[in-house]
């Protein structure tokens, strides 16, 4: 578990963590996201022991991370975005040196063996780091957050540099180690955090702007009833059509998808749902829907709309959002 006590950092007569608090479970994944000087990275400083707080407590499975930083640090495997490697070594030998730096108990042999499986590098386990890719060299530094197979686990930008392929099977690790493991999983790919964490935290300007799992915080950061539709039919007369059904606040003609068809983005007032009427107006005209999906928010547009500057209150239903008509 991971417990952070109004947690303040300044330098100088800059915050930039202003007083943030939360708490990570044992088994649960926590995404920490947040814009460029947001203090994410200061934060996440903080709870390794990289830099002490100004003010404010971190505890690692109950130890105060300033008061017994040993103690505390043990308990942590930490992948930072430039994984710590001795390049001139190989991939053997650092796990090796990482293993007594660490004063690990487990059996040397098989424990090793198993994070060289875990992290699928046992085929280059004999190779000198420098001369393995950038995708390699990140799975190194994953290994070496594993040795000792520590309880908390701060893995910062972990799949940087890794193919498709190997992007999903860290994913498929992290969920793995998120059964046994206390993680907080820092990512600029915003769809890699939405499939693998269970809550999500974005930090702001030093503060936490938004603390729960993606469906939640879209729930509550709009109430817009949007549906996105492709209907094979002439322009002009869709646009006029659904206008003038009761309850629509705007329709939007986006990119032709197909020849001659066009996406509609359609918005109707709160509490209206519209899909019965735009399958009668399409029966009427003798239009074929070809797709009809409610508009959801990604976490990248929940991310984009509470770090905007768009006052985003999270305890009440937004604003809905206003569109230009075409």
Known sequence: ??????????????????????????????????????????????????????????LINGVDILEDPVRAKSYIGYLPEIPPLYVDMTVHSYLNFVFDLKKCKLPRRSHLKDVLTLCKITDVENRIIKN???????????????????????????????DPKQM??????????????TVILSSHILSEIQAVCDRVIIINHGVVAADDTATNLSNKVTTDHRIIARIDGERAEILQAVRSLPGIKYIRADMEREPGIYEYEIEAEPGIDIRHDINR??????????TLRTMEMTLEDIFLKITMGENVHLSQDSKNQKGDEK
């Open 1 to 58: 578990m991971i417990e952070v006590r109004n947690l303040t950092k300044h330098y100088g007569d800059k915050k930039a963590v202003n007083d943030i608090s939360f708490t990570v479970h044992d088994g649960e994944i926590l995404g920490f996201l947040g814009p460029n000087g947001a203090g994410k990275s200061t934060t996440m400083n903080m709870l390794t022991g990289y830099i002490s707080s100004t003010s404010g407590q971190a």
């Open 132 to 162: 393995l890719s950038k995708g390699y060299k990140q799975r190194v530094g994953l290994a070496q957050a594993l040795i000792g197979n520590p309880p908390v686990l701060i893995l910062d930008e972990p799949t940087v540099g890794l």
């Open 168 to 181: 999903v099977e860290i994913r498929t690790l992290i969920k793995r180690l998120g059964k046994n493991h």
């Open 281 to 290: 107006i399409a029966r009427e005209h003798e239009w074929d829907i070809l």
